[in-house]
């Protein structure tokens, strides 16, 4: 969400960045409707000023007469204050309902461009491994080396299920807490979020497309489950599974107004994460590249309104999940997304993307994005400078490792001709040996 005044004196801006983004957005009707709202607010305000005046009025009447006549006055703009407030209440909600669709602006740096396809390739590192042999993928691995189990996992919970189990087990959990120990060596609070959530936080952070949760194009899990106030009453507030660790983060903070001086605050959320992915249908069917529960590692920056040092806090925070893959000795390319492949409220993108020897292809293993204050409006967080003047925060996220495609990459980049899997050295000392070795049938 932007600020009005913004979208009036850059209204060229935000429908460039509505196409640029392929959203469609109609910013001269959302102006429009501000003005419909403003005038049925003065309005409104103008009427319950002179209902105000009437009751001093009333007391300083003469007479009988002269207060009849007075009281028959306050009648009439009761009644027409009463006519007024639906129409304001309906112009209000219509309102609110396009502010929660105004895209962000793009940073400067941003490629312009219709899809994935056109995002630009920043950096490369590490060496694609040479294999002599024809390379397995994670799904005949985890099946010789008896730590993934996908036909059972579909059995228990469905399309896209799956148990890991033995070393596996060690592997992912391994790797999240090395995750966990490397951020907060680098000054990150450690937390373990809520990943059931009301819906505010989810539409404070951008999950839900509109101002409300539309479970035809939001890629999010409600709870169908009654749940119950402390006083024993049916909650009549809707529960949500969070796809990542960043809307329950984000909301910790909701409706307060921080220390600037305390800027920026830098949190890590261990999370279990859980996607519906309805907008990915036919995609990557087979195997754990996408799948609907996982875990993973976010980290999330609110910094003071300063787009520069933003912007290099987002460079730190991929620059750590960089670290993690070089940690892992994964051969991996930096990209910067294109306005075509951004969602609404992000500024400025970038991701990571791990080589896959299986899939013969780069895949997603990383997202860091800046939103300057698009969330913070929304979630109504803010800070006092040093001048006292209060300020909406900047807020960043970014992903620093994803459980099932970090652990694809490891055992596809590290599988050997027998089908064993070395363990990258930073994992050892969890997983308790060098080597998964294929089990006997």
């Given at each position: 969400?932007?600020?009005?005044?913004?979208i009036r004196?850059n209204?060229e801006?935000i429908?460039?960045?509505?196409?640029?983004k392929?959203l469609?957005?109609?910013v001269?009707?959302?102006?429009?409707?501000?003005?419909?709202r403003v005038?049925?607010l003065q309005e409104r305000?103008?009427?319950?000023?002179?209902?105000?005046d009437?009751?001093?009025?009333i007391k300083q009447?003469?007479?009988d007469?002269e207060?009849s006549e007075i009281?028959?006055?306050g009648k009439?703009?009761?009644?027409?204050l009463?006519?007024k407030?639906?129409f304001?209440?309906?112009v209000?909600?219509?309102?609110a309902?396009?502010?929660?669709?105004v895209?962000?602006?793009?940073?400067?740096?941003?490629?312009?461009g219709?899809?994935d396809?056109?995002?630009?390739?920043?950096s490369?590192?590490?060496n694609?491994p040479q294999?002599?042999?024809s390379?397995?993928?994670?799904?005949?691995?985890?099946k010789?080396?008896?730590i993934i189990?996908?036909?059972?996992?579909a059995?228990?919970?469905?399309?896209?299920?799956y148990?890991l189990k033995n070393e596996?087990?060690?592997?992912v959990?391994?790797?999240?807490?090395?995750?966990?120990q490397k951020?907060v060596a680098?000054g990150y609070?450690?937390?373990?979020?809520?990943?059931?959530?009301?819906?505010f936080?989810l539409?404070g952070s951008?999950?839900?497309?509109g101002?409300?949760?539309d479970?035809?194009?939001?890629?999010i899990?409600?709870?169908?489950t009654?749940?119950?106030e402390?006083d024993g009453?049916?909650?009549?507030?809707q529960k949500?599974?969070?796809g990542?660790?960043?809307?329950?983060?984000l909301?910790y903070y909701?409706?307060?107004?921080?220390?600037?001086?305390?800027?920026?605050i830098?949190?890590?959320?261990f999370s279990q994460?859980?996607?519906?992915?309805?907008g990915?249908?036919?995609?990557d069917?087979?195997?754990?590249?996408?799948?609907?529960e996982?875990?993973?590692v976010e980290q999330?920056?609110l910094?003071?309104?300063?787009?520069d040092?933003?912007?290099s806090?987002?460079?730190?925070?991929?620059?750590?999940s960089e670290?993690?893959h070089?940690d892992l000795?994964l051969?991996y390319?930096?990209?910067?997304i294109?306005t075509?492949?951004?969602?609404?409220g992000k500024?400025?993108?970038f991701?990571l993307?791990a080589?896959?020897?299986g899939m013969?292809?780069?895949?997603e293993t990383?997202?860091?994005s800046?939103f300057?204050?698009?969330q913070?409006?929304r979630?109504?967080?803010?800070y006092k400078d040093?001048?006292?003047?209060?300020k909406h925060?900047?807020?960043?996220?970014n992903?620093?490792?994803?459980?099932?495609?970090?652990?694809i990459?490891?055992?596809?980049n590290y599988?050997?001709a027998?089908?064993?899997?070395?363990v990258?050295?930073?994992?050892r000392s969890?997983?308790g040996?060098?080597?998964?070795?294929p089990?006997?049938?």
């Open positions: 969400m932007l600020d009005i005044q913004f004196d209204k801006k429908a460039e960045a509505a196409k640029n392929n469609s957005f109609d001269e009707g959302l102006l429009a409707k501000d003005v419909e005038t049925l305000e103008e009427l319950k000023s002179l209902k105000n009437i009751n001093d009025l009447a003469k007479n007469e207060r009281i028959n006055k009439e703009i009761k009644e027409k009463e006519e407030e639906p304001f209440e309906t209000k909600k219509e309102y309902e396009l502010m929660a669709q895209p962000n602006i793009v940073s400067p740096d941003t490629p312009i219709k899809s396809t056109e995002n630009v390739e920043i490369k590192n590490g694609i294999f002599e042999f390379p397995r993928t994670h799904i005949e691995l985890g010789m080396l008896d189990d996908l036909e059972r996992g059995k228990a919970s469905g399309y896209r299920g148990y596996g087990v060690l592997l959990m391994g790797m999240m807490f090395y995750a966990i951020m680098r609070l450690p937390m373990i979020p809520p990943t059931l959530v009301k819906s936080p539409f951008g999950y839900f497309k101002s409300s949760y479970g035809a194009v939001d890629e899990y409600q709870v169908a009654n749940d119950k402390s009453t049916v909650s009549k507030e949500f599974l969070v990542t660790a960043e809307p329950s983060l909301a909701v409706d307060e107004i921080l220390d600037g001086a305390k800027l920026p830098r949190l890590a959320g994460c859980y996607r519906s992915e309805i990915s249908y036919g995609k069917t087979k195997g754990m590249y996408r799948v609907h996982f875990m993973k999330v920056v910094c003071p309104a300063d787009i040092l933003a912007n806090l987002q460079e730190e925070m991929i620059g750590i670290e993690l070089r000795g051969p390319r930096k990209i910067q294109c075509g492949d951004m969602s609404a500024y400025r993108a991701d993307e080589w896959l020897p013969n292809r780069y895949g990383g997202s860091a800046n300057l204050d698009w913070a409006r979630l109504n967080v803010k040093s001048t006292g003047e209060k925060v900047y807020m960043l996220n992903t620093a490792l994803p459980s099932p495609r970090i652990l990459a490891i055992l596809e599988q050997r027998d089908g064993s899997v070395v990258p050295e930073v994992l969890f997983v040996k060098n080597l998964i070795e089990k006997a049938k």
